[in-house]
């Protein structure tokens, strides 16, 4: 079975071609980075004129990287929730469209449950249940997945995600956009014990997240400093935000799988790609005799690959939407 995966939902345009949720065939990705970093940020209403520029010519190479059809897909999957609403109104237009003129099922995907799917594609022993860390720019979420369209989050972040905590720490210090990868970079050159950052707790979880008081410290720090005209070591800085956070994640996480009797844990999302985080998990993993499973690097980003893959999933379990589908700026994976 063939599915077309079309991703939108911030500031990569992405299609891909997946076969019977496995197996990739195809997968295309136009970044807008170069663009948003002049803006420190993602501008979401640069993001939607370039979304619906480059969506067909995203959508047209994937077929023909592939050289598949139309007429050979089975079902068009599309990003509908959660992300920028003008970026995913683009994907959800279009996909509609292409679905009715195609007469093909249009099947709707949760943004965070097609990273999760992620891994599936990079390891294809890997099967529910388990347990799943997702952490990117704008979610850091603790969930079970109980099957391939079934999840319950354990734990959430109460304010910043971990990926906007790297990306504001690191425009603090002057790293370009998107800063998590400068400060994975930096990390490498420093010495994370010159500086002691806060572990921030919150009431009423044992395994939510909090990273703005993180942030904050951070942020201070920086300013403090430059108004004393004292130059902080940033390779240093950035190799403790990086233990701290990757501590964080790790500790909650290790923590939910042991409370809840899960031996298998899998990290997605863009902060899935940081090495401090990849080797945190993978040592805690190793302590406690749990599988962990890993996204290849390709994948950790947002892609239409791992809209594909959830996408099959989704269809077989008959999921699927009509002309009335709509995209939503915020929606919960319980209620997808």
Request: hydrophobic letters at 40%; one cysteine or more.
């Amino acid at each position: 079975m063939l599915i077309l995966g079309i991703e939108s939902s911030c500031d990569e345009t992405a299609a891909s071609v997946v076969k019977d949720g496995r197996e990739i065939l195809s997968n295309v990705v136009s970044t807008q980075i170069e663009e948003h970093r002049k803006y420190g940020g993602v501008v979401p209403e640069i993001a939607s004129r370039r979304h619906c520029e480059n969506i067909l010519g995203v959508v047209e190479k994937a077929l023909s990287d592939c050289e598949k059809k139309l007429s050979d897909i089975d079902a068009i999957a599309v990003t509908y929730a959660p992300g920028l609403i003008g970026a995913l109104l683009v994907g959800v237009s279009f996909a509609k469209g292409l679905a009715m003129s195609a007469n093909k099922p249009l099947v709707p995907v949760h943004h965070i449950a097609g990273h999760i799917a992620s891994n599936y594609l990079s390891h294809s022993e890997l099967q529910p249940p388990y347990l799943c860390l997702v952490a990117s720019g704008g979610h850091s979420h603790i969930v079970e997945v109980l099957s391939y369209t079934d999840f319950r989050i354990i734990g959430r972040t109460r304010d910043d995600a971990a990926g906007e905590c790297f990306d504001k720490c690191a425009r603090a210090m002057g790293f370009p956009y998107p800063g998590g990868v400068h400060i994975d970079k930096a990390s490498k050159l420093g010495d994370a014990s010159e500086f002691k950052l806060p572990h921030p707790k919150v009431a009423g979880n044992e395994f939510d997240f909090s990273f703005s008081g993180l942030k904050t410290n951070v942020i201070n720090m920086i300013h403090n400093a430059q108004q004393k005209n004292i130059q902080l070591n940033f390779n240093n800085l950035s190799a403790s935000i990086q233990n701290t956070i990757s501590d964080i994640l790790t500790e909650k996480t290790i923590n939910a799988a042991k409370s809840l009797g899960y031996s298998t844990i899998a990290v997605a999302g863009g902060v899935s790609a940081n090495s401090g985080v990849r080797a945190a998990m993978e040592k805690a993993c190793t302590e406690n005799n749990f599988k962990l499973f890993l996204p290849n690097l390709s994948l950790c980003g947002d892609n239409g690959a791992m809209i594909g893959c959830q996408g099959y999933y989704n269809y077989i379990n008959n999921i699927t939407a009509d002309e009335s589908l709509n995209a939503i700026a915020t929606l919960s994976l319980e209620n997808k």
